[in-house]
C-alpha cells in the first residue's frame, strides 16, 4: 500500500544536537510539507518542497533545514538553533495541484534531554 | 488574507448524540475546504472534502456543506461513537495554492 513513513516515532535530542527526522513516500507525489505541532495546537508549517532540488520555508522555517534530493524523501533536521524543539513533528505529501489533500505520515515525537 | 475558524474544544459528548463542530473562514477566492481527524499519537486523515458551494462532502456518517452564503463549513453527525474521540481539524486550499490553511483543531471526547 502506498503511503508516507516517518522515522523514527520517538527522537530524544540533547542540547546543542543536530538531529534528522526521516520522511519517505512511496505515492509518487511531487510535494512535500513538514508541519510542527505543540500540544494542543493547530499545526505550522516548516517547510514545503513542490520539486525535487528545490523548497521553500514556511511560517516557522528558523531553526530547522530540509533537503529534496530524491521524490521519495525530504528530510528534516532540527538544528541547536532551534531553541525550543519538544513538538509532535508531522510530514505530508500531495499531488502538486493545489486543491488536492495532503497525505500525512504518523509523526515523530521529538523531546529533550 | 485567508484563515480558518473553529469553534475551540474541547467538546464532550454521550455516545449516539448529535455532533456539530463549527468552521468559518475568510478567503479572498473559491477555495477548496477540508475535514481531517487526528487520532492520538497519530498523523491527520483526510475525512471529507468539498470543492464549490452547495457541495456536501460526506464520510464515515460525517457530513460538511460547503456554505458560501455564510463562509463555514461546519461537521455534522448524527449519532457519535467513542471511536469518534480525535481531535477534528478544518482547512482550506486554492487550485493554485502550495499550501494548506489549517484552523486550530477542536478535540472531540465521547463518552460510553
Known amino acids: 500500500d502506498g503511503g508516507i513513513t516517518q522515522s523514527p516515532k520517538y527522537l530524544f535530542r540533547k542540547e546543542g544536537q543536530n538531529v534528522t527526522l526521516s520522511c519517505e513516500q512511496n505515492l509518487n507525489h511531487d510535494a512535500m510539507y513538514w508541519y510542527r505541532q505543540d500540544p494542543g495546537q493547530g499545526l505550522r508549517l516548516i517547510y514545503y518542497?513542490?520539486?525535487?532540488?528545490?523548497?521553500q520555508k514556511g511560517d516557522i522555517a528558523e531553526g530547522y533545514s530540509v533537503s529534496r534530493e530524491k521524490k521519495e524523501s525530504f528530510p528534516l533536521t532540527v538544528t541547536s538553533a532551534q531553541k525550543n524543539p519538544t513538538a509532535f513533528y508531522l510530514c505530508a505529501s500531495s499531488v502538486v495541484q493545489g486543491d488536492q489533500p495532503q497525505h500525512f505520515g504518523d509523526g515523530t515525537r521529538l523531546s529533550i534531554l | 488574507g485567508d484563515s480558518v475558524t473553529q469553534m475551540e474544544g474541547p467538546v464532550t459528548l454521550s455516545e449516539e448524540a448529535f455532533l456539530t463542530i463549527n468552521c468559518t473562514y475568510t478567503a479572498t477566492g473559491y477555495p477548496s475546504l477540508f475535514w481531517y481527524v487526528q487520532y492520538p499519537g497519530e498523523g491527520l486523515q483526510l475525512l471529507l472534502k468539498?470543492?464549490?458551494?452547495?457541495d456536501k462532502g460526506s464520510n464515515k456518517g460525517f457530513e460538511a456543506t460547503y456554505r458560501k452564503e455564510t463562509t463555514s463549513f461546519h461537521l455534522e453527525k448524527g449519532s457519535v461513537q467513542v471511536s469518534d474521540s480525535a481531535v477534528y481539524f478544518c482547512?482550506?486550499?486554492?487550485?493554485?495554492?502550495?499550501?494548506?490553511?489549517f484552523g486550530s483543531g477542536t478535540r472531540l471526547s465521547i463518552r460510553p
Open positions: 468539498a470543492t464549490k458551494a452547495d
Open positions: 482547512a482550506l486550499t486554492y487550485s493554485s495554492a502550495s499550501k494548506i490553511i
Open positions: 518542497s513542490q520539486i525535487v532540488n528545490d523548497f
